[in-house]
């Protein structure tokens, strides 16, 4: 069991139980340790260091790497075993296009969802993105994008949208090393974010969803280029 905020139809907070079972918690770890850029494309997940990090058996954790990796969030290697799933450079392009669509696709239908209140909750995030990008900080500002892209797709009407893209997010799971190989790109993003955001506050639905996608497909290019330019292989995470 585990608690969790929930907003109430009077638009009050309160916190209710949620029940999940043990495969569901191994599952949420593995995932955290994914987003996070703790284990990394091409690291090992094995039950073993599952089950002593969260204290249950190996045999729900096995459940749920099998899980993750029908859903293409895991690999398995003959010689390695299980490891973080990665794409290759030119994958890329395909990917952060797809990004681009779902999310134009989660603007379109979550647009009762965009109220005073979630917006105000953007201001702060683009607030806190500019102390970020001001200070050079590209793992703050990772996780601030994130956030925010989190904003625009986290609606009630979208999680089937939302699910896509985490799995998606999950393949370009080095979050906070994209805009360390690619620095330049934290201030033209932060830009981007405020474009999509006034569109949203002027309710043009459909130019928050063309900015989206434009944001996604030069996020891509920049990252591109960045691997090419640092002789990397392994891909991060730009948006």
Do not use: C
Not at 201 to 218: C, I, T
Request: hydrophobic residues 40%; proline residues 3%; aromatic residues 4%.
């Amino acid at each position: 069991m585990r608690v969790a905020d929930r907003e109430t139809s009077s638009g009050a907070r309160a916190q209710v139980a949620v029940y999940i079972t043990k495969s569901d918690l191994a599952r949420q770890h593995i995932e955290e340790m994914i987003l996070s850029g703790r284990a990394r494309p091409g690291d090992r997940i094995t039950s073993r260091e599952v089950s002593e990090a969260i204290g249950v058996s190996e045999t729900p954790i096995r459940e749920a790497i099998r899980s993750l990796s029908a859903e293409g969030w895991l690999d398995f290697h003959a010689h390695l075993g299980v490891v973080v799933a990665s794409i290759k450079a030119e994958q890329l392009i395909e990917v952060y296009a797809i990004r681009g669509g779902l999310q134009a696709v989660a603007i379109r239908l979550g647009g009762p969802a965009y109220t005073d209140k979630l917006l105000a909750d953007v201001d702060r995030n683009l607030e806190a993105s500019e102390t970020a990008a001001s200070a050079g900080d590209a793992a703050l500002y990772a996780r601030l994008n994130r956030e925010f892209h989190g904003f625009l797709t986290n609606t009630p009407t979208t999680q089937w949208t939302l699910k896509l893209l985490t799995n998606l997010w999950a393949q370009t799971s080095a979050l906070h090393r994209g805009f360390e190989a690619a620095p330049e790109r934290i201030r033209n993003s932060l830009n981007e974010h405020r474009a999509i955001r006034a569109a949203l506050g002027a309710r043009d639905l459909e130019r928050a969803a063309q900015l989206v996608v434009e944001h996604e497909r030069l996020g891509g290019e920049a990252l591109i280029a960045a691997l090419r330019r640092n002789g990397l292989n392994e891909p991060t995470d730009q948006g």
